[in-house]
């Protein structure tokens, strides 16, 4: 294997001496580097693919529609709507949702991992924030 390395080495050193790298993007801006130490080890690969792919795991996605139904929840009990048909229908969206997020959870073995939840809370936070 030494003598891949040493080859490899060889050919980027020789690139570098001839300019091949001189006109990628981002040359001279720093890296963006993600900070994924809020995602379980064992999802973090598959997390970045469907990152890369524009993909949302599903429970992320089902967290994601529960803030604004939360919050048009809210806004409904601070106008004194309690009683009103939307408000059931949104909590009832609301409910359809949380079910739905729970039984992904435990299907997924996700439901008693405290990693994962700490991950949740700062989706949330993250969410939230957005609205702001």
């Known amino acids: 294997m ?3 390395s040493w080859l490899a080495e060889q050919r980027i050193q020789e690139a570098m001496r001839s300019g091949e790298f001189a006109n990628l993007p981002g040359h001279g801006k720093p890296l963006e580097l993600e ?9 973090r690969m598959s997390y970045k693919i469907m990152k890369n792919a524009g993909l949302l795991p599903e429970e992320v996605s089902l967290r994601a529609e529960c803030v604004p139904l939360e919050e048009l929840l809210a806004a409904c009990h601070r106008s004194g709507n309690s009683d009103s048909g939307e408000r059931k229908e949104l909590e009832s969206k609301l409910s359809l ?3 739905r997020l729970q039984v992904l959870l435990q299907e997924r073995g996700l439901d008693g991992s405290a990693a994962y939840m700490d991950y949740g809370d700062k989706i949330r936070q993250r969410l939230e924030g957005m609205d702001e």
């Open 2 to 4: 030494a003598i891949l």
């Open 35 to 43: 900070d994924l130490s809020g995602v379980p080890e064992d999802l």
């Open 97 to 99: 949702k949380r079910l």
